[in-house]
């Protein structure tokens, strides 16, 4: 996986957190963390961007298998209110991973 | 003994003469026009291709500048116009070096439809130099462009991919000229194309990196839209403003939707395919069954590259 396909999977990642955010319902403080969150990915993508890496690296193949099935995971439970917590957990989650592969850059 | 000697030399002209028809025939079945309108296509996509990166590509300065604006507008905090005008995350000789990498692999695809006809020419062969040395001279360029970490972009890898395809397009260009056996260049056509493909997809990755920050940026606008409306209707809602809002989230929605459209990387992407379905043409035994290949990929190639001309344009006027 290359680091342009890492930076797709965030990207879509912000686009899923976009609609969560334009859709009325959400708590304040959950919109605020929600949003928080998105920042830190929109950094992280702008970062992984203009990088370089090896991609044969073990470490990093493994991130990117996490970083995956994190998004995948995240599919499931993005849009549902009642499940808000588990949402910003998981996107938590994905960020720690970018931000790991970041660290191999 | 002689007459067993002349039967083997009649046997070999009859096969001469026989492999001749065969190639003629083929050559029927796949004459000029049929030939030509692939390639005329496919440097018309090229053009459409090549305008736009170069239009979305001078677009991402405002589309940063813009983000910052919005903001610092969302969090109400202090406005300093001159501050934006100093946001600039691609210049204006990335932007060149990266467009003119493009124009230069476009006329190399078109070099290797001459030779694919058989026209080796002196003309085609120092064409083929020149653009060798053109991308030498993009290479350094890109050498003393900023380094990776201060920039959205990766010059120093670029350089090293483009200095690559300029050797690689030099090594066809050095048999083309000292008028190397045919079979012998399209060896080495195919042989060198790695090098030359790889630059392509490090195009169609900064154009798929520049399309999704403008994505992002976009995104993040409409969240801080869809907020600012949320906070009016909980106060008491002047009707103007609530209609001005109505009129700003259409220009947001028209926007999304022209991004979408506007997107070069799939078309670069299927300009690598239609590059590689050339290469592969050139090397094969030129028959209908390769050129119908040859013309799949480049008709993907101009579907991919329609809608790009007029959704760029769209989407700047309306940043």
Redesign the interface.
């Known amino acids: 996986m290359?680091l342009?396909e890492v930076?797709?999977v965030i990207?879509n990642v912000?686009?899923q957190?976009?609609i969560t955010?334009?859709t009325?319902g959400l708590a304040d403080p959950d919109?605020q963390t929600l949003?928080a969150l998105?920042?830190h990915l929109?950094d992280e993508?702008?970062d992984l961007?203009?990088?370089?890496i090896e991609e044969e690296n073990d470490e990093y193949q493994a991130l990117t298998t996490q970083l995956n099935n994190a998004s995948a995971q995240l599919k499931t439970v993005i849009g549902d209110f009642s499940k808000v917590a588990t949402t910003i957990s998981i996107i938590s989650q994905i960020a720690s991973y970018a931000d790991q592969i970041l660290k191999l850059v | 003994m002689h007459l067993a000697v002349r039967r083997r030399s009649v046997g070999r002209s009859r096969q001469l003469v026989m492999s001749l028809v065969f190639f003629s025939l083929l050559q029927m079945g796949c004459g000029p026009e049929e030939y030509q309108k692939p390639i005329q296509q496919f440097q018309d996509a090229s053009n459409s291709v090549i305008s736009t990166t170069r239009a979305f590509l001078n677009n991402m300065n405002v589309i940063e500048q813009n983000a910052k604006l919005d903001n610092v507008v969302f969090q109400k905090e202090k406005l300093d116009l001159s501050d934006l005008e100093k946001i600039e995350i691609i210049s204006p000789e990335e932007i060149r070096i990266r467009t003119q990498a493009l124009d230069a692999l476009t006329q190399y695809t078109s070099n290797l439809a001459e030779l694919a006809q058989g026209k080796a020419g002196a003309a085609v062969g120092d064409n083929t130099t020149k653009l060798s040395s053109s991308l030498k001279g993009l290479a350094e360029d890109a050498k003393k462009l900023p380094a990776?970490?201060g920039?959205?972009?990766?010059n120093a890898?670029f350089s090293g991919i483009v200095s690559g395809a300029a050797s690689a397009i030099g090594a066809v260009a050095q048999l083309i000229v000292e008028h190397k056996a045919r079979r012998e260049i399209e060896t080495s056509i195919e042989a060198n194309d790695a090098a030359v493909t790889l630059l392509i997809q490090q195009i169609s990755?900064d154009a798929?990196?520049a399309y999704?920050?403008q994505?992002?940026q976009l995104?993040?606008y409409?969240?801080q839209l869809?907020?600012d409306y949320?906070v009016a209707l909980n106060g008491s809602p002047d009707p103007i403003l609530l209609l001005s809002f109505a009129k700003t989230l259409k220009s947001y929605r028209t926007q999304s939707a022209q991004l979408t459209q506007a997107n070069p990387g799939p078309a670069i992407e299927k300009m690598k395919k239609a590059h590689e379905s050339l290469v592969a043409y050139v090397k094969s035994s030129k028959n209908p069954k390769t050129l119908a290949e040859l013309v799949t990929a480049v008709q993907e190639f101009v579907t991919a590259a329609k809608p790009l001309g007029q959704a760029v344009q769209s989407l700047i006027s309306a940043s």
């Open positions: 290359s342009i930076a797709t990207g912000l686009t957190i976009d955010l334009q009325p919109w949003y998105r920042k929109d993508q702008r961007i203009r990088e370089s | 990776a970490k920039t959205f972009f990766d890898k990755d798929a990196g999704l920050r994505k992002s995104g993040a409409g969240d869809s907020k949320q």
